[in-house]
């Protein structure tokens, strides 16, 4: 898997407004683009965040995604965090996994693209 930077997020987030802003837009590239958002993504979350700083919006997705964890934290992840409470992977859109990366603390979270 290749991790998605945050650079990179910040400029996926700035195509995807893009997409929500209001006005004529060429269908083919709104097709384009929303299909681009759908592509899975893997999204590693410290169990900390993803209890405090998604506040439970993220355990609604343990029936609509796959969910993996808990999985020990390794010396390879860039998480501000212990690695006392391992981390949890899951399986989302890009769309979802911006939404999640736009609502964390930084280096609270890893995205991969599958």
């Known amino acids: 898997m290749k991790r998605i930077i945050d650079g990179e997020m910040q400029r996926i987030r700035e195509d995807a407004a ?4 209001p006005g004529p837009m060429d269908r083919i ?17 410290p169990t900390g965040a993803l209890i405090d700083d998604l506040a439970g919006y993220a355990w609604v997705w343990k029936g609509q995604r796959r969910l993996e964890g808990p999985l020990p934290i390794v010396a390879a992840d860039r998480f501000d965090a212990q690695g006392l409470e391992g981390k949890y992977r899951i399986t989302m859109t890009l769309w979802d996994a911006l939404f999640v990366w736009l609502f964390s603390r930084e280096h609270r979270i890893q995205i991969f693209r599958t």
Do not use: C, Q
Not at 18 to 21: H, Q
């Open 18 to 21: 893009e997409v929500l802003r």
């Open 29 to 45: 590239l709104y097709l384009a683009k929303v299909r681009k958002y759908s592509a899975p993504v893997v999204v590693e979350i």
